[in-house]
């Protein structure tokens, strides 16, 4: 029923929606902005500077092996210098240089990637980390998201993307490698993160710390689609629930049960904010955050109980008998 068969198999689901869902590597050696090209600039600088440090070591390691073994029958000491000025300053002094390189390389990078103010005319986005999915609220346009986070791309501008991250229990950390830098979640705290995308695509992320038994099941997708495709998915978003007659009986049932006190259903009585918003939850292909694909079968036994899919989240089973999971499963198949 679940099985992804491979990470691209995920990334072919998730940019399912939108047509030019090119399939983009979630891999920091291909950045697709700014942010991520500093990163990755960055990384090969130290990766570099580490190297060389590494190569010398084994290269004087193996010199030291060669020269200086024991010969047999040969109790005489080999040469030792004791007191050295000029040696002694080198292996001070170099360390320290590098050190020091790395430090302001470094740092520059934090100074240049940590921006406080979002870049002239960014998206922002608020991100809330749950235990195990994440929650997109666009604040004054009036949509909330769970999992996806679409941001609009002109023809040949790189989209900046602001997000100020908040998290609703432990420490996360957000990180679509492409798009930038990782940054923490933390409890009682508020960071900001500055991504960018110079093409259009889906790109995917992760949860990049560990924060409990789901942690490796918090898939980020970011929809990065043309504005014209994006101001339809915002309109769509933007309206409360459908309401369909056919499905009246599911839905009663559905806003009967305490499925209510965790979930938001805009439009109906159903107001939690303890767990992913359900008003549009067919706009999207994945559910319990990339766990499953967003099919009739896996949304049934989803419902049905969470707990045999993602073991420990906090949707507990319900207890409903298969023929209400039908019902209320009818109802959540019109929710577009
Ligand atoms: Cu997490």
């Given at each position: 029923?679940?099985?992804?068969?491979?990470?691209?198999?995920?990334?072919?689901?998730?940019?399912?929606?939108?047509?030019?869902?090119s399939?983009q590597?979630?891999?920091?050696?291909?950045?697709?902005?700014?942010?991520?090209?500093?990163?990755?600039?960055?990384?090969?600088?130290?990766?570099?500077?580490?190297?060389?440090?590494?190569?010398?070591?084994?290269?004087?390691?193996?010199?030291?092996?060669?020269?200086?073994?024991?010969?047999?029958g040969?109790?005489?000491?080999?040469?030792?210098?004791?007191?050295?000025?000029?040696?002694?300053?080198?292996?001070?002094?170099?360390?320290l240089?590098?050190?020091?390189?790395?430090f302001?390389?470094?740092?520059?990078?934090?100074?240049?990637?940590?921006?406080?103010?979002?870049?002239?005319?960014?998206?922002?986005?608020?991100?809330?980390g749950?235990?195990?999915?994440?929650?997109?609220?666009?604040?004054?346009?009036?949509?909330?998201?769970?999992?996806?986070?679409?941001?609009?791309y002109?023809?040949?501008?790189p989209?900046?993307?602001?997000?100020?991250?908040?998290?609703?229990?432990?420490?996360?950390?957000?990180?679509?490698?492409?798009?930038?830098?990782?940054?923490?979640?933390?409890?009682?705290?508020?960071?900001?993160?500055?991504?960018?995308?110079?093409?259009?695509?889906?790109?995917?992320?992760?949860?990049?710390?560990?924060?409990?038994?789901?942690?490796?099941?918090?898939?980020?997708?970011?929809?990065?689609?043309?504005?014209?495709?994006?101001?339809?998915?915002?309109?769509?978003?933007?309206?409360p629930?459908?309401?369909?007659?056919?499905?009246?009986?599911?839905?009663?049932?559905?806003?009967?049960?305490?499925?209510?006190?965790c979930?938001t259903?805009?439009?109906?009585?159903?107001?939690?904010?303890?767990?992913?918003?359900?008003?549009?939850?067919m706009?999207?292909?994945?559910?319990?955050?990339?766990?499953?694909?967003?099919?009739?079968?896996?949304?049934?036994?989803?419902?049905?109980?969470?707990?045999?899919?993602?073991?420990?989240?906090?949707?507990?089973?319900?207890?409903?008998?298969?023929?209400?999971?039908?019902?209320?499963c009818?109802?959540?198949?019109?929710?577009?």
């Amino acid at each position: 029923m679940n099985g992804w068969n491979s990470l691209r198999d995920i990334i072919a689901v998730v940019s399912g929606a939108n047509s030019h869902g090119s399939i983009q590597r979630p891999s920091m050696f291909d950045p697709a902005g700014e942010p991520a090209a500093l990163v990755l600039d960055i990384t090969w600088l130290l990766v570099g500077i580490c190297g060389a440090i590494g190569v010398v070591v084994l290269a004087i390691i193996a010199f030291s092996l060669a020269r200086c073994r024991a010969i047999p029958g040969d109790d005489r000491e080999p040469a030792q210098v004791y007191g050295s000025n000029p040696i002694e300053l080198a292996w001070t002094v170099i360390p320290l240089l590098i050190v020091f390189v790395l430090f302001m390389v470094s740092a520059r990078g934090i100074f240049e990637l940590e921006r406080t103010t979002p870049p002239e005319g960014a998206i922002e986005v608020t991100v809330v980390g749950h235990r195990w999915w994440w929650e997109f609220d666009y604040g004054d346009l009036g949509v909330i998201t769970a999992g996806e986070l679409h941001v609009p791309y002109d023809e040949g501008k790189p989209t900046d993307i602001y997000l100020t991250l908040e998290s609703a229990d432990v420490a996360h950390s957000f990180w679509v490698p492409q798009l930038g830098p990782k940054m923490d979640v933390i409890p009682d705290r508020i960071n900001h993160l500055w991504l960018q995308a110079n093409r259009p695509g889906t790109f995917v992320g992760q949860c990049a710390e560990y924060c409990g038994n789901q942690h490796a099941n918090m898939l980020i997708t970011v929809v990065v689609e043309p504005r014209k495709d994006f101001e339809k998915w915002l309109s769509n978003q933007q309206r409360p629930a459908v309401e369909d007659p056919s499905v009246a009986e599911g839905r009663r049932l559905f806003l009967r049960t305490s499925c209510i006190n965790c979930h938001t259903v805009r439009g109906t009585v159903a107001n939690g904010t303890f767990a992913p918003d359900l008003t549009h939850l067919m706009s999207r292909n994945v559910i319990g955050s990339g766990v499953v694909r967003n099919t009739h079968d896996n949304l049934r036994e989803w419902v049905w109980d969470p707990q045999n899919i993602k073991p420990g989240c906090e949707m507990p089973s319900m207890k409903l008998t298969r023929e209400e999971v039908d019902l209320v499963c009818d109802y959540l198949e019109t929710l577009k």
